[in-house]
């Protein structure tokens, strides 16, 4: 037992000093990177001397490729900027056609309704719709004022759940059917709660306000009628004046409007793909030289990175190249650990199945039974000792 849990320590100690390599081997990547990031603004400034390993040509080569895609983009937005600038100039053009026949049409009716105001039938039947319309709202004042004390008015009657009951069976009216069992039970609840005389006050209650809203609906059916003809009469006069080339220049200029925002649209929209293809080509290009300038840093020595570091005027690479060495130690002193931590647990693991071996054959031996004894005892002897 003892050996086991000997095995499960061992086991746990491995696992943690996994996981704090691969800790430390990511904060190494992020360090060569940083590093990179470093010469590569360096070079970019043209402040190393010396000449380029392959790596650094290689950056260099991915860093000019990433300038001229960026210079083909800035041509592009730039064009595309110039576009959509004579695009708005353009609309506000189209705007100010528009307002332009707004106007006109307005004009144009403002005096072929003063014209209109010396025509007599024209007078005429604007009296009518006037007239009409003034029934119509009057109509509707009284329908709802009738609906609306119906509604309040109705409440004890509904509140009364028999009385509701033989009115929803027309009870007392032509439409009431049942049989002869059922007419004398309904005929006892109506004499209890007096149904007939409340059957007729609710009746005209209610029938009231729907004949007053029939009577509105009339009405504004008329003065629709009326409104209709005068607005025909003047839908002529206003004809008869050349509204109909204004509408036409208005329908025209309303869209040429709509294509021109179309096509703002279309431009932002192409703007904007543009701004997104230079911020991914930047971060692209720059990410793709930072891993394969970093890739080639990690593989050289310290004091080779030492010696660079050195050879520029900040400090800061040479801050990460201590740090890189620090990393560097705690990696190698961990893999260490667990190489010797994997050593002792494959002997561990070798002293218990030789235990469980000498169980094993101690019991088939039959040492475990009284008057029993070994074979071998110098063999057991050194088995247990250096167990």
């Excluded at 904060?27 to 392959?54: C, M, N, P, V, W």
């Excluded at 106007?103 to 144009?108: G, L």
């Excluded at 609906?147 to 929803?168: G, H, I, M, Q």
């Excluded at 049989?179 to 004398?184: D, P, Q, V």
Aim: proline share 1%.
């Amino acid at each position: 037992m003892t050996i086991r849990q000997d095995e499960s320590r061992l086991a746990s100690a491995i696992e943690a000093a996994s996981a704090e390599a691969a800790q430390l081997r990511s904060e190494q990547t992020e360090q060569y990177k940083a590093l990179a990031r470093i010469r590569l603004d360096e070079l970019s400034q043209q402040r190393i001397s010396g000449g380029l390993d392959a790596a650094e040509r290689r950056a260099m080569v991915l860093i000019d490729g990433q300038k001229n895609k960026l210079a083909a983009i800035i041509d592009r937005h730039g064009a595309l900027m110039t576009d959509l600038k004579s695009a708005q100039d353009k609309r506000m053009q189209c705007v100010k056609a528009l307002e332009t026949a707004q106007e006109a049409i307005a004009a144009q009716e403002d005096q072929t309704e003063k014209r209109l105001a010396g025509d007599a039938g024209w007078k005429t039947q604007l009296a009518k719709a006037t007239e009409a319309m003034a029934r119509a709202r009057a109509a509707d004042e009284k329908a709802t004022l009738s609906e609306t004390d119906r509604d309040e008015k109705s409440k004890p009657y509904l509140a009364d759940k028999l009385f509701v009951y033989l009115w929803n069976r027309n009870y007392g009216t032509v439409a009431y059917k049942a049989g002869t069992i059922a007419r004398m039970g309904d005929g006892f609840v109506a004499r209890v709660v007096n149904y007939e005389p409340a059957r007729q006050n609710y009746f005209m209650l209610t029938e009231i306000p729907k004949r007053l809203r029939e009577h509105a609906t009339r009405v504004k059916e008329d003065a629709d009628g009326e409104r209709n003809r005068l607005s025909t009469l003047t839908r002529k006069a206003l004809e008869a004046d050349g509204i109909v080339e204004m509408e036409k220049v208005h329908a025209k200029a309303v869209a040429t409007l709509d294509d021109m925002n179309a096509k703002i649209a279309d431009l932002e929209a192409r703007i904007t793909g543009t701004e997104k293809d230079r911020e991914d080509t930047q971060q692209n290009g720059l990410d793709r030289a930072v891993d394969d300038l970093a890739s080639s840093l990690a593989n050289e020595d310290i004091r080779s990175l030492w010696k660079k570091a050195q050879a520029t005027p900040t400090p800061e690479d040479e801050r990460i190249v201590e740090r890189l060495q620090k990393l560097d130690d705690r990696l190698q002193r961990n893999n260490k650990d667990v190489e010797q931590a994997r050593q002792t647990l494959i002997q561990l693991a070798k002293k218990r199945a030789e235990l469980e071996r000498s169980q094993i054959e101690f019991q088939r031996s039959g040492y475990d039974r009284g008057g029993g004894g070994f074979m071998n005892e110098k063999l057991i002897g050194d088995i247990i000792g250096g167990i």
